[in-house]
């Protein structure tokens, strides 16, 4: 990866962690997403909402992913990519999938954050890659991460979150 991409990478995966933040100041989970237009716009940020609006839905993700169908056309989405803290979940995947986003770039994988989570029950993991379950589609999605660069501050979000 050219040494610029990957700056650009590292930084909106930074603003990321900033929206994951403020998503566990507000009472939810410590995750967060942005999606970046092509030409490097920040269009939308999300925090998880599933606590305070009791949606088991509320992944960052996915709640991001729900907003933007709505206000982009596939065209412009697909052109689009989708920066997260951590690896999207099965549900989440399936969201970017059918939402048609293009590339997911993400700061931890789902095994590290099932290593930060452990048996809490607000996060008992699925086993199941992004890859996976992007494979199994008919969008040739590009998936781009773990990034080594961020993992401490991802991580330093979770500390003394989960039980």
């Known amino acids: 990866m050219e040494s610029n991409k990957k700056e650009r990478h590292v930084d909106y995966l930074l603003r990321c962690v900033e929206v994951s933040r403020r998503a566990r100041e507000s009472g939810n ?5 942005i999606l ?8 939308l940020e999300q925090g998880n909402v599933e606590i305070t609006e009791r949606n ?10 729900a907003a933007a169908s709505r206000l982009y056309p596939k065209e412009k989405l697909w052109r689009c990519t989708l920066y997260t803290t951590a690896e999207p979940c099965a549900m989440c995947a399936g969201s970017i999938y059918w939402g048609h986003v ?9 095994k590290r954050l099932a290593e930060l989570t452990g048996d809490d029950e607000q996060n008992l993991t699925l086993d199941l890659s992004c890859r996976n379950v992007f494979a199994s589609g008919r969008k040739p999605i590009v998936v781009i991460g773990p990034f080594p660069e961020v993992e401490a ?4 979000v979770h500390e003394g979150f989960w039980s």
């Not at 989970?29 to 997403?33: I, K, L, Q």
């Not at 088991?56 to 992913?65: I, K, R, V």
């Not at 293009?102 to 789902?110: A, D, L, P, Q």
């Not at 501050?153 to 330093?156: D, K, N």
């Open 102 to 110: 293009g590339r997911v770039v993400y700061g931890i994988s789902e």
């Open 56 to 65: 088991c839905t509320g992944h960052a993700e996915t709640t991001l992913m």
């Open 153 to 156: 501050e991802v991580v330093a």
């Open 36 to 43: 970046v237009d092509e030409d490097g716009t920040v269009l």
């Open 29 to 33: 989970t410590p995750f967060g997403s």
